[in-house]
């Protein structure tokens, strides 16, 4: 959005099918709105009477925004009432785990890797290897002492 934004000029109109494709919440809508009319870019929406020149048009411009945000906010309510429902039947299990977690525990206890080179190893993130493990590892190796992959 940002590209398109920083691309029109004065005298320009912008033209989208509905206001809510436009923005993600009723303030970036207003944000938007408020860049293109500091610029001289009127908006236009061809599926509803939006006009951005006139205080019925701004209005109404902001009303849309409610709304299509109030729909946003209900979807995801529902969204997260069939996660919980299907979570009760035992249904939904999340996603499967991407990480072997076994196989990190192993590098740490038996060839005693640090989470870098864990993580190195495993082509993973080292924050993924610390949550895994746990406070066990608050930078502090087997023996005791610093591991030299914290460094």
Known sequence: MQVLLDF??????????RIDRLARSLKDL???????????VALRATEQPV?????AGKAFLDMLGVFAEFETNLRRERQL???????ARGVY????????????????????????AIARRLG????????????????????????????
């Open 8 to 17: 029109v000029c004065a005298g320009d109109t912008l033209i989208v099918t």
């Open 30 to 40: 207003q944000d938007i709105v408020y860049e293109l009319k500091a610029k001289g």
């Open 51 to 55: 006009d951005t020149g006139t205080a």
């Open 81 to 87: 009432e069939g996660i919980s429902a299907a979570k």
């Open 93 to 116: 299990k999340g996603r499967k785990p991407s990480i072997d977690a076994v196989e990190v525990r192993r590098l740490r206890r038996e060839e005693k890797l640090g989470p870098a």
């Open 124 to 151: 993973i993130g080292r924050a993924s290897v610390y949550r895994l493990l746990g406070k066990q590892i608050a930078g502090v190796s087997a023996n005791g002492g610093v591991d030299a992959d914290q460094a």
